[in-house]
């Protein structure tokens, strides 16, 4: 469980590069960010992550939405997790590229998995 949350920690400091207040759930597993309107607010999935352990090796993987088309998430339920949204950071008014993803993730990385810094 501590590894999983430090995935979304990390993915969570990665996105604060880019000003996107982003935070983990209670009873949630991904990265959450609120949005707000006139009369309205929700919450909305913009990463998720995936862990399996076998054997004492960990087979990870994180999904970080930069630019999909969030249409495509209309019959999807995000991680089983009902009543709540998906969003990407294009979506959110920031036009991040892949590579600028990337700088912020390596740049963060070692911040959150100092044992693993080479």
Do not use: Y
Not at 69 to 84: E, W
């Amino acid at each position: 469980r501590a590894f999983g949350h430090g995935l979304e920690d990390w993915i969570i400091g990665a996105l604060d590069q880019f000003g996107v207040e982003a935070g983990m759930r209670e009873g949630r597993v991904g990265v959450w960010v609120e949005r707000k309107g006139a009369g309205w607010s929700r919450e909305d999935k913009i990463a998720a992550i995936g862990v399996k352990v076998r054997k004492w090796v960990s087979f990870h993987g994180i999904s970080l939405n930069v630019e999909p088309d969030l249409d495509h998430f209309g019959g999807i339920v995000p991680c089983g997790i009902s009543g709540h949204g998906v969003t990407s950071l294009v979506d959110l008014g920031r036009p991040v590229g892949l590579g600028d993803l990337d700088v912020a993730l390596r740049r963060t990385f070692t911040t959150h998995f100092p044992a693993l810094a080479t």
